[in-house]
């Protein structure tokens, strides 16, 4: 089993950067596939991006490719998301997810493990 919990969330202008942590609990992180969630009000939580166990693969939604990065630190039991160029419609609470069997998946029924959410809001 796995605790996740997020950071790095808060208030930007558009245009700005943030960099969203989310750290790990346990001995087995790196058995893990991440993938971080975002959530907007009204809306149904949609994939932002993946990251296999190793490091070596990612895949993002469109709607963030070329701004969003995301990576992870094996050592640390971390998981990054770097997002550069926000834009308004990027504002949601963002979460990170733990995946313990397969390879990524941007579906989020596929994840079992969940943390607790951290709100990033981008003005225009």
């Known amino acids: 089993q796995v605790q996740l919990v997020e950071s790095g969330g808060g208030l930007v202008q558009a245009g700005g950067s943030l960099r969203l942590s989310c750290a790990a609990s346990g001995r087995t992180f790196s058995s893990y596939a991440m993938g971080w969630f975002r959530q907007a009000p009204g809306k149904e939580r949609e994939f932002v991006a993946a990251i296999n166990r190793g490091g070596g693969r990612t895949y993002y939604a469109d709607s963030v490719k070329d701004r969003f990065t995301i990576s992870r630190d094996n050592v640390k039991n971390t998981v990054y998301l770097q997002m550069n160029s926000l834009k308004p419609e990027d504002t949601a609470v963002y979460y990170c997810?733990?995946?313990?069997?397969?390879?990524?998946?941007?579906?989020?029924?596929?994840?079992?493990?969940w943390g607790q959410g951290t709100q990033v809001t981008v003005s225009s």
């Open positions: 997810a733990a995946r313990a069997l397969g390879s990524i998946s941007y579906y989020y029924t596929a994840y079992d493990y």
